[in-house]
C-alpha cells in the first residue's frame, strides 16, 4: 500500500499549527490522521485498536487546550500514538518501540508534551490530581486533562484519587474514554445538547447560584437539594456514581463527532465548578474494518497488510511458555475440580482464557485490579480450593502487600504463574519483569521456581497443584521455549532440588530460569578452551538447593550463577549460603550474573541480554576474567 495523501495533516508541525485550523476542517484532518496511523503501525506493527478509537479525541484536545502547558495525560499510554503524531513526532513512528526510537507509551524524557510516564494503568487520575494541586500552590493556572479508559477505571487506585478530588474540589478534567462498557452509545442530537447544556455557562452559574442559596438553608434542605440536582441529571445522563464522589458528570458524548467533543471541552476548559468528568463513548479500531471487527487481535499488532489485514508473524518453532502454561493447568484442572484461574484483565496474555475453554465456571478475571486478585486468591484458599493468581511479573508488583500480608503471614496456598519474567522487547522497561525474585524470595513461606525450558515449566504447574504448604510463584519468560520433548502431563518436582544438565570438574554454572540455554552454549564454548564446565538448573530460588550448591563449591574452582532478574535475587541467596558456610574464605571463587542496576529501553530481547551481559558470549567472557586468564575474543558463538 502506498503511503495516504494527507494535506492537512502534513501542515501540522505542533498543536500551535493544530489550532489555526478551523473547526469544520479538523473532520478531514481526523480523517487523515487515521489514515496515517493505519498505514505508520502497519510497517512498523505496535498498538493499533486502542490508538484509532481516540483520533478524533486527540485533536479536539489539542485543538482546544494549550498544550504543553496544559497538562494532557493518557492512561497506560497505548493509545498515544496519534498524541505523539501531532506533537512533533510523527517522522519519527516508525522507530516506535525498537532500539534507539520512540516508547510505546508516553515517556517525560521523550517530549515536553509528555507530562507523565505510562504503561501501568490507573495512575492518570492521581498523577493529574497532584498536578492540579501542584499548579496552585505554586500560583500557576493551567488545565490538567486526566484520559483514563473504562478498563483503567476498573482499578481501586482510579476511585481512590476521585474521591480524593472530590474531597477538596480540586479543579480537574477527567475524560473517561468508555469503549467496552455496556451503557448505549450517545446518539442523535438530544444527547448531544444536554451533554452541552449541562456543561456549559448558563447552566453552571445557575447551579452554583442554587449552591450558594442552599448554604443559607438548614442542613436537611442542603442535602435534599444537592440530591435533587444530582438525581435529575443523571436521569438524563447516568453520573450518579461520579456525582456521589464529587465530581461533575457530563456525558456520555460521541467520542468520534467533532461537533459534540468541541464544544463540551471548551466549556469544562473554561468552567471552575471543581472536578469535572467528561463521559466520552468511543469505539477500537475505528475507521479501519478489521480492527473493528475484532479489536482484541488489533490491540498490539506485528506488521500487517494495510487491504487485508493478515498479520505478519513468523511461525513458531516451539510453542510459546504462555501456552504451555494455559494448556498444562487445563490439564491439571480435569484431575482436580478445586484448581481455579484468576486473572487481572489479562486472560490472553497469561493463558488463563486456555483454561477457561475447558472450565469457564472455575475461571476469573477481575479486571485491572491486582490487589484484588490476590486477596481474592488468598479467601478462596483459605476455603479449600487451590487458586491460581496468574499476573504478569511487572503486574504483581502492584500487589505486593496483598502478596506478603493476605498470603504469607497467613501461608495460604496461593500459586502464583508469573509470566513475562526477564526482558520483554518492544515494551521496554515498563513491562520487564526483573524484580520478582528479589522481592519473593525474600518472604517467609514463600516457595519461588523458574522454569528451564518449557518441560519445566510443565513440571512446574503440576507441582503447584500439588503443593498445600503455603505461597508458591513460577516464573517463565514471554516468547516461544527451546524445542525440547514435552511430556504427556508434568512430574512433581522435589521443593528445593535443582538438576545437574551437564558434569564438569573445573568451572560450575548454576542457571535460575530461562537462561540455561545460554548457560549450556557457554558450557560447550568453554570446553573449546579446556575448561571443563557443570551446567546446573537450580529450578527453585527459594529454597534453594544447599547440598547442590555446596557439592558444587568443594569440587568446582569457580561457580557462576545466571539470572534473567535484578540484583538482590538467586545469586544473592547463594552468596549467602557459601559465605555463612565459609566457602569464599578461598575454597571457591564466585560470581553472580544478573541485571544491571538500570532501566532498560525496549529493543528485541536477544539484544536487551547481550546489553545486560547474560547472553553466552559474556557468560565466558565472565568466567574468564573471574580466573584471571588473559582477555581472549570470545566468539559470539550465538551468531
Request: proline share 5%; hydrophobic share 40%.
Given at each position: ?8 495533516l ?22 487523515e490522521?487515521?489514515?496515517d ?40 499510554g ?13 517522522s ?53 486533562v486526566?484520559?483514563?479508559?473504562d478498563?483503567?477505571m ?15 474540589d ?19 442530537a ?11 455557562k ?25 440530591k ?11 453520573g ?62 506485528s506488521?500487517?497488510?494495510v ?23 487445563a490439564q ?35 479486571g485491572?485490579?491486582?490487589?484484588h ?68 524470595s525474600?518472604?517467609?513461606n ?24 503455603g ?13 525440547v ?17 551437564r ?53 568446582h574452582?569457580?561457580?557462576i ?15 549467602q ?26 529493543a528485541?530481547?536477544?539484544?536487551l541480554?547481550?546489553l ?12 574468564f ?15
Amino acid at each position: 500500500m502506498t503511503k495516504p495523501a494527507t494535506p492537512l495533516l502534513d501542515r501540522i508541525n505542533s498543536p500551535s499549527d493544530l489550532k489555526e485550523i478551523p473547526d469544520t476542517d479538523l473532520p478531514q484532518l481526523a480523517d487523515e490522521l487515521r489514515a496515517d496511523l493505519v498505514y505508520s503501525v502497519s510497517q512498523s506493527g505496535g498498538h493499533l485498536g486502542s490508538n484509532l478509537g481516540v483520533v478524533e479525541l486527540t485533536v479536539a484536545l489539542h485543538h482546544v487546550f494549550d498544550t504543553p502547558h496544559d497538562r494532557i495525560l493518557w492512561d497506560v499510554g497505548h493509545q498515544c500514538y496519534p498524541h505523539k503524531m501531532l506533537t512533533g513526532r510523527r517522522s519519527q513512528m516508525a522507530t516506535i518501540r525498537k532500539e534507539d526510537g520512540l516508547s510505546g507509551f508516553t515517556k517525560r524524557s521523550e517530549s515536553e508534551f509528555d507530562p507523565f510516564g505510562a504503561a501501568h494503568s490507573s495512575t492518570s487520575i492521581s498523577a493529574g490530581l497532584g498536578m492540579v494541586e501542584a499548579a496552585r500552590l505554586q500560583g500557576k493556572h493551567r488545565n490538567v486533562v486526566s484520559v483514563i479508559g473504562d478498563g483503567s477505571m476498573s482499578a481501586g487506585m482510579a476511585y481512590e484519587a476521585m474521591n480524593n478530588a472530590g474531597a477538596i474540589d480540586a479543579q480537574q478534567i477527567v475524560i473517561l474514554n468508555d469503549n467496552d462498557m455496556s451503557i448505549a452509545p450517545p446518539t442523535g442530537a438530544m444527547s448531544a445538547y444536554l451533554a452541552r447544556l449541562v456543561s456549559g455557562k448558563t447552566y453552571i452559574s445557575l447551579r452554583e447560584s442554587a449552591k450558594q442559596l442552599s448554604k443559607r438553608l438548614p442542613k436537611f434542605f442542603q442535602d435534599k437539594a444537592r440530591k435533587t440536582e444530582e438525581y435529575a441529571r443523571a436521569f438524563w445522563s447516568g453520573g450518579t456514581l461520579f456525582e456521589e464522589m464529587g465530581f461533575f458528570y457530563v456525558g456520555p458524548i460521541d467520542g468520534h463527532n467533532l461537533e459534540h467533543l468541541l464544544p463540551v471541552l471548551r466549556n469544562a476548559r473554561d468552567a471552575k465548578v471543581g472536578p469535572i468528568l467528561i463521559h466520552v463513548v468511543t469505539q477500537k479500531g475505528k475507521g479501519y474494518a478489521p480492527a473493528e471487527a475484532a479489536s482484541d487481535k488489533y490491540h498490539g499488532v506485528s506488521k500487517f497488510d494495510v487491504v487485508t489485514g493478515a498479520q505478519a508473524k513468523a511461525k513458531p518453532n516451539a510453542p510459546s511458555y504462555t501456552k504451555v502454561f494455559g494448556q498444562s493447568l487445563a490439564q491439571e484442572g480435569t484431575f482436580d475440580d478445586r484448581i481455579v484461574a484468576i486473572s487481572a484483565a489479562m486472560p490472553g496474555g497469561t493463558g488463563v482464557d486456555i483454561f477457561e475453554q475447558i472450565h469457564p465456571d472455575r475461571t476469573y478475571d477481575v479486571g485491572i485490579a491486582e490487589q484484588h486478585a490476590v486477596t481474592f486468591a488468598a479467601g478462596m484458599a483459605a476455603d479449600g480450593m487451590k487458586p491460581f493468581c496468574a499476573i504478569y511479573s511487572t503486574f504483581l508488583q502492584r500487589a505486593y502487600d496483598q502478596v506478603v500480608h493476605d498470603c504469607a503471614i497467613q501461608n495460604l496456598p496461593v500459586r502464583f504463574p508469573i509470566d513475562r519474567a526477564g526482558f520483554v522487547g518492544a515494551d521496554g522497561s515498563t513491562h520487564a519483569g526483573s524484580f520478582d525474585v528479589a522481592y519473593l524470595s525474600c518472604i517467609p513461606n514463600m516457595v519461588v521456581m523458574a522454569a528451564g525450558d518449557e518441560a519445566e515449566l510443565k513440571h512446574m504447574v503440576r507441582t503447584a497443584a500439588e503443593y498445600d504448604e503455603g505461597p508458591m510463584a513460577f516464573r517463565y519468560p514471554r516468547g516461544e521455549g527451546v524445542g525440547v520433548d514435552m511430556p504427556d502431563r508434568g512430574e512433581v518436582l522435589q521443593i528445593g532440588k535443582g538438576r545437574i544438565m551437564r558434569e564438569g570438574s573445573k568451572v560450575a554454572i548454576v542457571s535460575l530460569g530461562a537462561r540455561l540455554k545460554e548457560a549450556l552454549l557457554a558450557a560447550e564454548d568453554l570446553e573449546t578452551y579446556g575448561l571443563s564446565t557443570t551446567v546446573a538448573d537450580a529450578r527453585f530460588a527459594k529454597p534453594i538447593d544447599e547440598d547442590l550448591i555446596e557439592n558444587l563449591a568443594r569440587n568446582h574452582e569457580l561457580i557462576i550463577t545466571v539470572e534473567e532478574g535484578s540484583i538482590g535475587g538467586f545469586g544473592s541467596h547463594v552468596a549467602q549460603l557459601l559465605s555463612s558456610r565459609g566457602y569464599l574464605d578461598g575454597s571457591v571463587r564466585f560470581r553472580s550474573m544478573f541485571m544491571p542496576d538500570r532501566f532498560f529501553e525496549q529493543a528485541s530481547p536477544e539484544r536487551l541480554y547481550e546489553l545486560a551481559g547474560l547472553d553466552a558470549a559474556n557468560i565466558v567472557k565472565t568466567v574468564f576474567a573471574a580466573l584471571g586468564r588473559d582477555k581472549v575474543d570470545v566468539p559470539n558463538i550465538r551468531a
